[in-house]
């Protein structure tokens, strides 16, 4: 994480996507959730009286933050019109709240089971590689509906930042061999 302290006012504390929640939530030693800031800002509040009245800002990292659930804020998070609480993203940093997870290259592998292999056409087996989600702990798959081939909410699977069709058997140009 690369955070830039500069001259503040207020509470300022960190959130980065490779940051820590036993940190302490400084711009050198970042949090790593939100929930963790939120949590630290409600805790200096009601320890430290004095600091309802201070604005508190904060910074999120640049990177991926990836997300689990929703983030809730309530009215102990709201501040004032003098004392705003705010979350933002550090300026000249790309910063992404994302519903995904990323999986890592080297979860994708070539076909294992020579009973699967087989039944993929010849010319593009050796190319086709798999990946098992609930070994990287992604077990809500949800499923496929037609609904969801029409544009609904589904399981996505996506690369450099486009999504990738359904794989489909025969496609379109196989079709013509079958009838």
Known sequence: CV???????GIELWVAPDGSDT???TAARP??????????L??????TPATR???????????????SGTFELD?????????????????????????GRSIPPG?????ADPAVAERIDPDVRASVRVCDLRNLGIVDLGGISRAAL???????????????SLARWPNGRQWAKYG
């Open 42 to 47: 409600r805790t200096m509040r009601d320890v």
């Open 53 to 67: 009245g201070e604005a508190a800002t904060v910074w999120l990292c640049g990177g991926v933050h990836e997300r």
């Open 75 to 99: 009215s102990r998070d709201s501040g004032t019109a003098e004392a705003p609480v705010i979350y933002r993203g550090v300026e000249g940093a790309r910063v992404r709240l994302s519903g």
């Open 150 to 164: 029409k544009g609904g909410a589904m399981l996505e699977l996506f690369f450099n930042g486009r999504a990738l």
């Open 31 to 40: 949090f790593a959730t939100l929930e963790r800031a939120r949590a630290a």
């Open 107 to 111: 979860a994708f592998r070539a076909i």
């Open 3 to 9: 955070c830039v302290p500069h001259a503040s006012t």
């Open 23 to 25: 940190a302490p939530g």
